[in-house]
């Protein structure tokens, strides 16, 4: 899957909001106050975001409306691999080690990370019985 810019992925985390089909209005609508795009740049992000696989386009009376076909869940996911791969040489560890030595975790985010590796763990182990 191919990795977005950051204003073809600002579009696409719009549309996976709204969490429907939408108008390129629509999307106009829901965009930061102060990140106003003139339409035509919207459906030029559109129209690639379409070419790229990541849309498809219908048209409804006058206006077109525009369909996600790839969810948000595997766009992260893919995009986190990416991610862990290029920058942190595919170590989950070192990815955890620059947030928490740069301090940019607090005591919170630390225990959301241990209830959530716990939670994986007991998954993993449940699932290994069932097999």
């Not at 600002?10 to 609508?29: A, C, G, Q």
């Not at 170590?91 to 301090?103: E, K, P, Q, T, V």
């Amino acid at each position: 899957m191919k990795r977005l810019p950051d204003s073809e992925l600002e579009i696409m985390m719009i549309i996976w909001d709204l969490d429907k089909p939408v108008t390129r209005s629509e999307i106009e609508e829901h965009m930061d106050a102060d990140r106003k795009l003139s339409p035509t740049t919207i459906l030029s992000f559109l129209s690639r975001l379409q070419e790229k696989g990541f849309l498809d386009i219908q048209k409804s009376g006058k206006n077109n409306v525009y369909y996600p076909l790839v969810d948000r869940e595997s766009y992260m996911q893919a995009e986190s691999r990416s991610i862990l791969k290029r920058i942190y040489q595919n170590s989950a560890r070192n990815f955890i080690a620059a947030l928490y030595d740069g301090n940019s975790l607090s005591e919170k985010e630390l225990k959301e990370l241990e209830d959530y590796i716990s939670e994986k763990r007991r998954e993993r182990e449940g699932g290994d019985r069932v097999k």
